[in-house]
């Protein structure tokens, strides 16, 4: 018997996935894979220094914040208007917040695309930020790698100055945090207990106060008071963030269901979604779709396991990048159901366009996986009459996450600082009149 010389160009080829189109991504083969997190930038001294600082920075805001919305409660019995429009603001503090500590400890290259969908609301400025110009009512979903994810979707609105308009759907134990739960109610957000017999009237009556609040001041938004106030409510169709438990769950799922796992996703649950877009139905015309991708995870490997608190905030080892790439759908081109108690046809046909959706998703998350870019629209529109101009895709926007001023962090202090002001003024004046009046010199 002879054995056969092994080919060792058979098995490289066979070791080596082949190319996949890069889907307008200017590169095509596959991307380089380095060590995700690189080397650590601080030691043990350093890092202690910086878990120190991060904590009391945020520990100090977060209390201002919780502070002032107490002290603004009252205007709840005075003027709704402006109650809503000072509630706000102060979310709006808490984006600033966001963005200082992405700023400061996990600084990292934002690399922005999308399709055609969205071209002309994706700008770079002479600075170099990122300036998106979406609507000011919107749902906006996206894929879950990490905890943070969420971070990078509030500084977008801050980049399209809607930071203070954010509504997010979280678990209902986050609310009882001290501190942060207090701020979150006072924001409005959506506490959902994953029991859909109890979350139900709860997420109704919420998406309600969303679907007709009407609010004037100086909050109220761009389109006038007699418009629906801004939201961008926040959802991920996953429930979830990607690890090696949740991953289990999804493939159990997608046999239950008999449809295909993903690889680089989770499968998407409709519900949510579904009655979200119905109770907001005629109140918004678009949904905002984020697929985002993170620099340097390996194929198999998940992000919440490499990028770590302590490795992007402490150890100075973040993402070499967070990738974003955009689109958008109306409203009217998706299949939601229009009853209350919709048929199971109804439901199946929304789940079966979500579940396209995400289908596109993983198709460019393995396009990312292999070119290390998403696509980028770098088409133009032609010109729409006397004085348009020409619409061009943004192609790639590499910018970071920073502050537009840094004395924006100073309005985080505003209100306390002038109570505290007007206390001690006060104090000054009391002690002063005590002293004439103990002396007799009046």
């Keep these: 018997m002879s054995l056969r010389k092994p080919d060792p160009g058979a098995a490289s080829a066979q070791s080596i996935p082949e190319p996949i189109p890069d889907f307008g991504a200017g590169s095509a083969g596959l991307a380089a894979e380095p060590h995700p997190a690189g080397r ?29 919305q107490i002290l603004g409660s009252p205007l709840y019995v005075i003027s709704k208007d402006y109650y809503y429009a000072y509630m706000s603001m102060t979310k709006q503090w808490f984006g600033f917040l966001i ?4 700023q400061w400890f996990s600084p990292t290259i934002i690399r922005i695309s999308g399709d055609a969908s969205v071209r002309g609301q994706l700008v770079k400025t002479k600075d170099g ?31 399209s100055l809607m930071h203070g308009h954010v509504f997010i759907i979280l678990k209902e134990s986050l609310k009882y945090i001290p501190v942060v739960g207090p701020g979150m109610m006072f924001y409005g957000f959506i506490f959902l207990a994953r029991n859909w017999v109890k979350d139900r009237p709860r997420m109704q009556h919420r998406l309600q106060k969303l679907a007709k609040s ?20 926040m959802i991920y169709p996953e429930g979830t963030n990607l690890s090696g438990n949740t991953r289990k769950g999804s493939a159990i799922w997608a046999e239950k269901q008999g449809i295909k796992d993903f690889e680089h996703l989770l499968l998407p649950r409709s519900t949510g979604l579904e009655f979200c877009l119905h109770e907001l139905e005629g109140t918004l015309d678009w949904v905002y779709d984020c697929t985002v991708a993170y620099e340097g995870i390996p ?71 292999r070119n290390g870019r998403f696509p980028a629209d770098e088409g133009h529109d032609s010109e729409g009459g006397p004085g348009s101009g020409m619409t061009k895709g943004a192609g790639f926007i590499e910018t970071e996450v920073k502050l537009r001023h840094w004395y924006e962090i100073l309005q985080i202090f505003s209100v ?24 007799g010199r009046y």
């Design 99 to 102: 963005v200082t500590m992405t």
């Design 416 to 439: 306390v600082g002038a109570v505290a002001a007007v206390g001690v003024a006060f104090v000054k004046l009391w002690t002063l009149l005590s002293t004439i009046l103990a002396s």
């Design 214 to 233: 009407r609010h004037g001041g100086p909050m109220s938004g761009r389109r006038g008071p007699d418009s629906l106030d801004p939201m961008w409510l």
């Design 299 to 369: 194929r198999g490997a998940y992000g919440q396991d490499i990028f770590t608190l302590r490795s992007t905030y402490f150890q100075g080892r973040p993402a070499k990048s967070v990738n974003m790439y955009w689109r958008r759908f109306h409203v009217s081109s998706i299949p939601v159901p229009t009853s209350s108690d919709p048929s199971s046809q109804e439901r199946e046909a929304f789940s079966n366009w979500l579940l396209a959706r995400w289908k596109e998703k993983e198709t460019l998350l393995e396009g990312y996986a």
């Design 129 to 159: 930020r990122l300036e998106t110009r979406f609507p000011e009512r919107l749902v906006m979903i996206a894929n879950h790698q990490l905890y943070s994810d969420w971070l990078y979707l509030w500084w977008i609105a801050y980049t």
């Design 40 to 68: 650590v930038k601080h030691g043990s001294f350093v890092q202690l220094v910086r878990l120190l600082a991060a904590v009391s920075w945020t520990t100090l805001v977060c209390c201002v914040i919780n502070g002032s």
